[in-house]
């Protein structure tokens, strides 16, 4: 008996020095233990008319979807709808422009007074009346451009003309042309040919010019100029699609090329993004800060060296294949916007 509870008060000590041992480490991973955590709630993702109004992306746009039906849109509110004649049918057009409150063909061109319009067909620009069919004159060379001043210019041939006159000669563009560096080391003695396939303005003395330049044994070559007077202020190439069919930002401070690279009124030039789908620029914001990109199933709005967040692009999801966007949030008279 006396072994027995010597081995009971045994187990029974060392039982007691279990329980404590646990107690001791129970409670010494209760004081190591963190607190709880409270649970992250990361907030909902802006909704695009959410986002459009806190960037700021305001106006009134009209644009062309891919039955050539003409839309005007209000933003940030999105509010889309068709625009109509006065007998309620679709206004159609495909590829458009505006200027002075009415829609313009594709081609057509108004000038800074909006007294006269001026289109290119068949290697010829005729220029009427702003209102009626009156033809005013009628001069060789495509496509026509109005410098700020009312001067009309166009190339022709080599050369760039002004109102009949050279504004550019063959050799001032030859000249220009050598700036592309793959034309750049090209020896004197080699022709060279170069002709200016589109212009834009930015102001009344800079000059955007697209050149086509040739020379004997090397591919064609395409080159963006910026003038500003007679002096060359500003190259642009683009390996990918050819640089032309300028838009002139409201201000004059940018030119966009139809693949979206922009040429500053300073003379720099930024390239698109590279993950753009197949599409063109088209226009502006009014306040300089997004370049409109269509490609018939969506808008691209892409941040221009004003933004911000240059380079930054924002997807509407719009069908459109050619657009206009004035600043004022507004609602305009169908007849307004018609064909004038």
Known sequence: ?????????????????????ADALRGRDEAKAPAPTATITRPEPPTLHELLRREEIIGFVVYSDHDCRLHSLLLPGMEDSVVREEGGSAVIYCRFAAAGGRILEEGEVMSPDRSSIARCRAGRITVRAAKGEVERRSVAGCPPAWRPDGRLTYPRGGAIFQDGRPLFTARELRRAARLHPNVARVGAGVPIFAHATDLAWLDEDRLVATLEIRVQSVEPQNLAVLFDGKAVVGVATNRGRGLGNWTVSAAGSYAASEDGTIVSRDGGSRDPPQNLPDGRAVAFSPDEQWLVYVTNASVYLIGTPRNSEPGRIIRLPVPAQDLVWEG??????VAGLGTG
Request: hydrophobic share 65%.
């Open 1 to 21: 008996m006396r072994r027995w509870s010597t081995a009971l008060i045994v187990v029974g000590v060392a039982a007691l020095a279990v329980f404590a041992a």
């Open 328 to 333: 004022v949030s507004r609602a305009t008279r």
